[in-house]
């Protein structure tokens, strides 16, 4: 996988992590343990995303 595809890759499934995030937290009773799964799951693509772009 090329570093384009990679840095695209990330991104896409950074977008699909915020709109399951989104998603959870629009029910009436969000589950507080699948929302941080998620949102750290988010955070580390985030910084990895970061990571390759400054290379």
Same mark, same amino acid.
């Given at each position: 996988m090329s570093y384009v595809e990679r840095l695209e890759s990330l991104k896409s499934k950074h977008a699909a992590l915020d709109e %399951?995030?989104?998603? #959870?937290t629009s029910r009436p009773l969000p589950d507080t343990?699948?929302?941080? %799964?998620?949102k750290? #799951?988010?955070? %580390?693509?985030k910084e990895e995303i970061s990571r390759l772009s400054r290379n």
């Open positions: %399951r995030v989104q998603k #959870e343990t699948t929302l941080k %799964r998620l750290m #799951e988010k955070l %580390r693509i």
